[in-house]
T-cell receptor, first 117, second 117 residues
Framework: KAGVTQTPRYLIKTRGQQVTLSCSPI?????VSWYQQTPGQGLQFLFE???????NKGNFPGRFSGRQFSNSRSEMNVSTLELGDSALYLC????????????????FGPGTRLLVL | AQKVTQAQTEISVVEKEDVTLDCVYE???????LFWYKQPPSGELVFLIRRNSFDEQNEISGRYSWNFQKSTSSFNFTITASQVVDSAVYFCALSEARETSGSRLTFGEGTQLTVNP
């Protein structure tokens, strides 16, 4: 099975711009989560999507948003970019169950490295 | 709130040495899940192990072994006869068993392991 794929792998933007990152989960996985990794804050949870609905959200400003499509692919968007948004953005997928969906193993993609100038 | 602490920021060993990576966690829940991930320089987080809070059996997989002790809230990871290819950042993570948590992972700060030839 193919793993989680993320595009693009690298991105350079300037302050004030917006960016959209894409994630394709492992085939058959229905849950997609996003994480931000920075040297200062480490790995932080952004949000989780299941069945096209946001199921869980981390403590990030409203400039960070996401969505999931009917084929489970997901996108995240960051508007009005700030220098502090420079990070590695990791997408992870898990099987996704309707009930008792906590604690599932998440499989990560290679990430998108975003640099904001 | 849950928390994961990896007190060892960096560890450097010589090939064939055994090395133990420490992980201490905090949670109010009685049911939870613990994970270890490996992050090589490429950036992708590679899943190593998942353990639920009711299974305190130690696990061995090849050169890797894990010691889970609820009494001390620790989930330590040992690499036996380390190899240069083991060089990476290792993350311990916690997922609480709550509908509101979903598959959300709380990560430790990570331990950079360098294995020198």
């Amino acid at each position: 099975k193919a793993g989680v794929t993320q595009t693009p792998r690298y991105l350079i933007k300037t302050r004030g711009q917006q960016v959209t990152l894409s994630c394709s989960p492992i085939s058959g996985h229905r849950s997609v989560s996003w994480y931000q990794q920075t040297p200062g804050q480490g790995l932080q949870f952004l949000f989780e999507y299941f069945s096209e609905t946001q199921r869980n959200k981390g403590n990030f400003p409203g400039r960070f948003s996401g969505r999931q499509f009917s084929n489970s692919r997901s996108e995240m968007n960051v508007s009005t970019l700030e220098l502090g948004d420079s990070a590695l953005y990791l997408c992870a997928s898990s099987l996704g169950r309707v009930r008792r969906f906590y604690g599932e193993t998440q499989y990560f993609g290679p990430g998108t490295r975003l640099l904001v100038l | 709130a849950q928390k994961v602490t990896q007190a060892q920021t960096e560890i450097s060993v010589v090939e064939k040495e055994d090395v133990t990576l420490d992980c201490v966690y905090e949670t109010r829940d009685t049911t939870y899940y613990l994970f270890w991930y490996k992050q090589p320089p490429s950036g992708e987080l590679v899943f190593l192990i998942r353990r639920n809070s009711f299974d305190e059996q130690n696990e061995i997989s090849g050169r890797y072994s894990w010691n889970f002790q609820k009494s001390t809230s620790s989930f330590n990871f040992t690499i036996t006869a380390s190899q240069v290819v083991d060089s990476a950042v290792y993350f311990c993570a916690l997922s609480e068993a709550r509908e509101t948590s979903g598959s959300r992972l709380t990560f430790g700060e990570g331990t950079q392991l360098t294995v020198n030839p």
